[in-house]
């Protein structure tokens, strides 16, 4: 902030060391590695009123350097917004890669869930065939009479392998 009170607005060497002042101030800013945005606006302020409030006593030359300075840090001001901007748009496309690929992840393992009770059900539909083929094959050989003797333990058979789908299809 220009303490307007302290400057002799009748001299040309105090308005030409004002805006030495403020050019120095300006580069400082252009040249720092990290932007101090506070400091920034700060000094765009005070080279505006510099420029508002100069008189005829003011060299033309400080003025244009002053609104030289300024442009410069303006300039360079919106350039490391940019770049503050391209990187938090590089983060946010790394965020929603790592999401997208977890939600790709996350269907693959709802779609293999979906058919765990669809491969339990078709493993048990294998055993039961095995099952009554091997019933098939054991009441082929038996007379009429002996299957009358041996319908119980078919029963049984079958019994268990309905059980054995119902368990696998919940």
Request: with cysteine; aromatic share 2%; net charge neutral.
């Amino acid at each position: 902030m220009i303490d307007w009170r302290k400057l002799d607005k009748r001299s040309p060497l105090a308005w030409t060391a004002l805006a030495d002042q403020l050019i120095a101030k300006s580069q400082f800013f252009i040249s720092a590695e990290s932007v101090d945005q506070g400091g920034v606006d700060e000094a765009i302020r005070d080279m505006s009123e510099f420029v508002q409030n100069a008189n005829t006593i003011c060299p033309v030359e400080a003025i244009e350097a002053v609104r030289r300075a300024s442009n410069q840090l303006t300039k360079a001001q919106a350039a490391a917004a940019i770049a503050d901007l391209a990187t938090r748009s590089a983060r946010l496309d790394a965020i929603s890669a790592r999401l997208s690929s977890a939600s790709n992840e996350l269907k693959a393992d709802a779609a293999r869930l979906r058919l765990e009770p669809v491969r339990k059900a078709l493993g048990a539909a294998s055993t039961a065939l095995a099952k009554v083929k091997e019933v098939e094959a054991s009441v082929a050989n038996l007379s009429k009479n002996d299957i009358a003797g041996r319908a119980t333990e078919i029963a049984k058979v079958l019994e268990s392998l309905i059980k054995e789908l119902e368990s696998a299809a919940t």
